[in-house]
């Protein structure tokens, strides 16, 4: 029986020791859901702050790196404008452009 309790104990030990080395390299479950929310909102700050892009018709979503942005645009230089904007933040694998221009919207 007291060998059955060390051997629970050192499993226990490492088991832990395992967990801090994790967490102290910064793995985590949530990393991946935490980076999608901070490139979501490094998109809508920076098209926030352009005053060329109509932010507010603009939907932003990420997930695992992958960009989705909806809503209208005036031109195709805007939304070109917008791409590039996305682009070019840390994280971003891919922009999936489902931007309309507006008055092609009926």
Do not use: F, W
Not at 62 to 76: E, K, M, P, Q
Request: glycine share 6%; proline share 2%.
């Amino acid at each position: 029986m007291n060998k059955l309790h060390g051997l629970l104990l050192a499993s226990s030990v490492l088991i832990l020791q395992c967990a801090s080395v994790a967490l102290a390299r910064g793995d985590s479950a949530n990393a991946p859901q935490d980076d999608d929310r901070r490139i979501t909102e490094e998109i809508r700050t920076s098209l926030y702050k352009n005053p060329t892009i109509a932010s507010n018709d603009i939907s932003v979503q990420t997930r695992n790196g992958v960009v989705y942005l909806r809503g209208l645009v005036d031109t195709n230089v805007e939304r070109a404008d917008i791409e590039a904007l996305v682009r070019g933040i840390a994280g971003v694998k891919r922009v999936v452009d489902s931007l309309e221009l507006r008055n092609d919207v009926r």
